[in-house]
T-cell receptor
Framework: AQKITQTQPGMFVQEKEAVTLDCTYD???????LFWYKQPSSGEMIFLIY??????QNATEGRYSLNFQKARKSANLVISASQLGDSAMYFC??????????FGSGTKLNVKP | NAGVTQTPKFQVLKTGQSMTLQCAQD?????MSWYRQDPGMGLRLIHY???????DQGEVPNGYNVSRSTTEDFPLRLLSAAPSQTSVYFC?????????????FGQGTRLTVV
């Protein structure tokens, strides 16, 4: 069975500082994908970043990077230079069987001015 | 480019009523799915489809039906609404059989069952 754990229900970060959102996963599959989505208060789901299970380099997309530690089964999202617009709910998700997504419970990030 | 279109955006139902949540995508994605989002529980998979005529159950299928007669459309039916089905529902689509492709989501439907 697949499992995604996000242990931080809520977090605060000061504007312009970096923040790490934790995600651990459990799977017996060798091939899987790890994704992060952002959900602002308006409710839409916005794709941020992807990491494949065979990728040796950590993924980066602008201010977002994914700290992938395969042996520890962790896929933490790092947001550098936080902005007020980063305040949102963040979901870690794992794609398995090449189609299905399994989501964590989310972390609510608040960026303080 | 519309992406994934979900209707309605809001809905209030009485217990026992039925309704259909509509979902359409214009990206020619083979894989479509429905999720419900509840506080503290993330998104949970209700039903999914890997192509027209093929559907299967997800994690929380009870009380919901789906069909997939075309590649574009994937409606979700609530047969007899219950207060436990009060939730936010998301439809999503993605390319099938590829790990590195993200899911595209509709705007969501906020459903309240009274």
């Amino acid at each position: 069975a697949q499992k995604i754990t996000q242990t931080q229900p809520g977090m605060f970060v000061q504007e312009k500082e970096a923040v790490t959102l934790d995600c651990t996963y459990d799977t017996s599959d060798q091939s899987y994908g790890l994704f992060w989505y952002k959900q602002p208060s308006s409710g839409e789901m916005i794709f941020l970043i992807y990491q494949g299970s065979y990728d040796e380099q950590n993924a980066t997309e602008g201010r977002y990077s994914l700290n992938f530690q395969k042996a520890r089964k962790s896929a933490n999202l790092v947001i550098s230079a936080s902005q007020l617009g980063d305040s949102a709910m963040y979901f870690c998700a794992m794609k398995y069987n090449f189609n299905k997504f399994y989501f964590g419970s989310g972390t609510k990030l608040n960026v303080k001015p | 480019n519309a992406g994934v279109t979900q209707t309605p955006k809001f809905q209030v139902l009485k217990t026992g009523q039925s309704m259909t949540l509509q979902c359409a995508q214009d990206m020619n994605h083979e894989y479509m799915s429905w999720y419900r989002q509840d506080p503290g529980m993330g998104l949970r998979l209700i039903h999914y489809s890997v192509g027209a005529g093929i559907t299967d159950q997800g994690e929380v299928p009870n009380g919901y039906n789906v069909s997939r007669s075309t590649t574009e459309d994937f409606p979700l039916r609530l047969l007899s609404a219950a207060p436990s089905q009060t939730s936010v529902y998301f439809c999503a689509s993605s390319y099938s059989g590829q790990l590195n492709t993200e899911a595209f989501f509709g705007q969501g439907t906020r459903l309240t069952v009274v």
